[in-house]
């Protein structure tokens, strides 16, 4: 049995500050939850900010302040998202790794979001993929749909693998236009994946968080949480803090004999730059 990577996604962009006061949305906010989730089992934080107004933002001082302050705080591998709100326009998007992340999200197609669209047209696909190479930002490619599992195939046969080697993916299932939250859908994009991933996790949004937890933990998959995905640990009971969601996966896994891997052990999944300098394998930049 594989150690069990947990990867905390805290805020997202979706949720409101005021439809939901307990998300985590300022910076002391962030780092003091994520430093409960690693406490808790977490060994990568996914990371949306907020501005000062607790709106979506992808301001770049902004993000370089939240990699600075989450990589002093803690030891989690720190992956930016670069999918943004709906809102953001692409170019602001490839900026997101001037903030220089562990990891950062790179999703593999447009897909339906709700009532809006979130939009991945394949030029973009393929710069934010050549510009994290050339940054040593390790991708990790979110998959929304099956057409997305296809496009990473046709990725990787056209660029090559990503910075670091290893093939990272998670499936992001019951988005409303996206694949559904089932074990189904989950069983036919893992027998989907290329054979050059290396490892894969699913979250599930909304009720969907624990059958596709089941299922990903049935297929030796790895887990992401947090209230990006989901605001309720049952029906009617409010997440109050992303360390239960964190600490309900580590105990998943644990039943399933999965331990929660650590940071250290995260950044060596993914073969971070940051691993590699612990390695010795390449100079500090
Ligand atoms: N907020 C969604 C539109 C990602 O982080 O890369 C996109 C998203 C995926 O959350
Ligand atoms: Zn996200």
New binding site residues.
């Given amino acids: 049995m594989t150690d069990l990577l947990i990867t905390v996604?805290p805020t997202?962009?979706?949720t409101t500050k005021e439809a939901c006061p307990q998300l985590p949305t300022t910076l002391t906010e962030l780092v003091s939850a994520a430093q409960e989730c690693q406490m808790a089992g977490a060994a990568m934080v996914?990371v949306?900010i907020r501005d000062d107004e607790h709106r979506?933002t992808l301001a770049p001082g902004r993000l370089k302040e939240t990699v600075a302050a989450l990589r002093q705080e803690t030891d989690l591998v720190v992956q930016l998202?670069?999918?943004?709100?709906?809102h953001d326009p692409l170019e602001a998007r490839l900026q997101v790794l001037d903030a220089e992340p562990d990891s950062c999200?790179?999703?593999m197609g447009t897909t339906n979001?709700g009532d809006?669209v979130?939009l991945n047209p394949w030029p973009f696909i393929v710069d934010l993929y050549r510009l994290s190479i050339e940054r040593r930002v390790v991708p990790e490619f979110?998959l929304f749909d099956l057409g997305h599992v296809a496009a990473l195939n046709r990725l990787l046969d056209q660029e090559g693998l990503p910075f670091g080697g290893k093939v990272h993916v998670d499936l992001?299932m019951g988005v409303p236009g996206g694949m559904p939250g089932t074990a189904d859908a989950l069983v036919a994009a893992v027998a989907a994946l290329p054979a050059a991933v290396t490892s894969w996790s699913a979250t599930g949004i909304g009720r969907s968080t624990l059958p596709v937890a089941l299922a990903a933990l049935a297929k030796q998959g790895h887990l992401r949480v947090g209230m990006?995905d989901v605001l309720t640990l049952a029906k009617g009971v409010p997440v109050e803090r992303n360390a239960q969601l964190v600490e309900r996966a580590a105990a998943l896994g644990r039943l399933a004999q999965r331990q929660p891997m650590t940071p250290p052990q995260a950044h060596a999944l993914l073969n971070t730059a940051h691993h590699q300098r612990v390695m010795g394998e390449q100079p500090a930049s």
């Fill in positions: 996604a997202g962009a979706e996914h949306h979506p998202s670069t999918g943004g709100s709906v999200s790179l999703t979001f809006d979130f979110e992001v990006e």
